[in-house]
């Protein structure tokens, strides 16, 4: 019993030292890391560039000159990556001095290259000509329009086309209502309705009677 006493004061003396050890350890692996961005050529800073610690959700962007700077560990990989530029990665060291690490970082443009086009032009100007001149051109959507609301064109469509929802409802209603209008008495007839024999006439004057052939 008294040996197990003592097992349990020196474990308890021992693990406050172990755990300052251990955060003294992990504060001294903690750097600020800065540096710049520049082009691999002209060594311009290159804005916008994503920097992060690959394995964790931290990052950060380079300024308008290409400068950052962020807080990491010793021995983080941190990548580089622009949309512009080739992605590069770079490791700080394990074995680094001090708090504060400085890091100047060449990236090279990515560049892709296309298939070749030839733009030949036309072989002789008398052809252009005579393709000009021949050539079909589509009707555009204000002519589509014209030729789509003729009198002739209306008739057509509203044989033809169905009535939607509103339409038939409205219909219908029309048609209760007159129903309704004239319960009880004999419904007027259109052959002595004026406006009925107006709308006859003129429809004669146009030729809607007339035989197409």
Do not use: C
């Not at 290259?113 to 021949?134: C, G, S």
């Not at 609301?149 to 209603?173: F, H, I, K, Y």
């Amino acid at each position: 019993m008294k040996r197990l006493f003592r097992i349990l004061i020196l474990l308890a003396l021992i693990s406050p030292l172990s755990a300052n050890a251990q955060f003294e350890k992990a504060r001294d692996s903690v750097i600020q890391l800065f540096g710049i961005v520049t082009t691999s050529d002209s060594l311009e800073g290159i804005p916008a560039v994503s920097v992060t610690i690959r394995g964790t959700n931290r990052g950060t962007i380079t300024n308008k000159d290409g400068v950052f700077s962020i807080a990491a560990l010793k021995g983080d990989v941190i990548e580089f990556t622009h949309v512009s530029y080739e992605p590069l990665v770079k490791t700080i060291p394990k074995n680094i001095e001090g708090t504060q690490h400085g890091m100047v970082v060449l990236m090279t443009k990515d560049i892709k290259y296309l298939p070749v086009a030839i733009i030949k032009p036309r072989p002789t100007k008398e052809q252009f000509a005579r393709d000009f001149v021949n050539v079909s051109v589509a009707d555009d959507e204000m002519e589509l329009i014209r030729k789509n609301n003729t009198a002739s064109m209306r008739r057509v469509l509203m044989r033809t086309t169905p009535l939607d929802g509103r339409e038939a409802t409205n219909m219908q209603l029309n048609k209760l209502y007159e129903k309704t209008k004239y319960q009880g008495q004999v419904p007027p007839m259109n052959i002595f309705n004026p406006a009925a024999w107006s709308e006859f006439i003129q429809a004669w004057k146009r030729g809607d009677f007339k035989r197409k052939n």
